[in-house]
């Protein structure tokens, strides 16, 4: 499968221009994830652990002291804001501009995979789950946080029609079957534990076999 250059690019450009106003437009929404960052957080193994989409850095104060962590994102002007964080909070992070598609990683290289709401932003969520599959060894794990369309057929053609619409506003896709891009790639879903709001967010653990 080949990227998609120019969707990727369009991708990049608007994190790019919202990256200052990201935290303030996530303010409601956060308050929601908050609490289950730490959740997602407990469960990781390690040692080795690729963070994919670190975004502003929102996980940075949840990283275990005792894991070997590199974080990516697609977009700079996110990334810089990563590492102030980081910076302040005395982190052990390798920070570095990645995309998820075509991840910069030789095989076999991490215990685990990282991911809270992502996959809603990649422009082929399938490639980008066969290159995490790629850079995991084998038995590794994804752990993901997202939030995908619903499974009530009238909330599902709703998230349909105006997700055109908050793709141009804030960026992420609000319509995506996760769980079933999973599935099409090389990794094997495990466990899906529904967070809230009538199965819309869940927690998904997938491993590599």
């Known amino acids: 499968m080949f990227i998609n250059e120019q969707e990727t690019a369009r991708t990049r450009a608007r994190y790019q221009r919202i990256a200052p106003l990201y935290d303030a437009m996530e303010i409601l929404a956060e308050r929601r994830y908050a609490a289950w960052r730490p959740y997602l957080w407990s469960q990781v193994e390690g040692p080795k652990v690729l963070e994919v989409g670190?975004?502003?850095?929102?996980?940075?104060?949840?990283?275990?002291?005792?894991?070997?962590?590199?974080?990516?994102?697609?977009?700079?002007?996110?990334?810089?804001?990563?590492?102030?964080?980081?910076?302040?909070?005395?982190?052990?992070?390798?920070?570095?501009?990645?995309?998820?598609?075509?991840?910069?990683?030789?095989?076999d290289t991490f215990d685990e995979a990282i991911a809270t709401f992502v996959f809603c932003s990649v422009p082929d969520p399938v490639l980008g789950f066969n290159e995490i599959a790629r850079v995991l060894k084998p038995d590794g794990r994804l752990l993901l946080l997202e939030h995908v369309r619903s499974a009530n057929p009238v909330?599902?053609?709703?998230?349909?029609?105006?997700?055109?619409?908050?793709?141009?506003?804030?960026?992420?896709?609000?319509?995506?079957?996760?769980?079933?891009n999973i599935q099409q790639s090389q990794l094997q879903v495990e466990r899906v534990e529904d967070m809230g709001a009538g199965g819309i967010f869940k927690l998904i653990v997938a491993r590599n076999v």
């Open 155 to 180: 909330v599902g053609a709703v998230m349909d029609l105006l997700d055109p619409i908050m793709v141009r506003l804030m960026g992420p896709h609000i319509n995506r079957r996760t769980v079933a």
């Open 54 to 107: 670190v975004g502003t850095g929102k996980n940075i104060p949840y990283y275990p002291a005792d894991l070997d962590i590199t974080a990516i994102d697609l977009t700079p002007g996110m990334l810089e804001r990563a590492r102030v964080l980081a910076a302040k909070t005395e982190a052990n992070v390798n920070l570095r501009l990645g995309d998820v598609q075509s991840l910069d990683f030789p095989d």
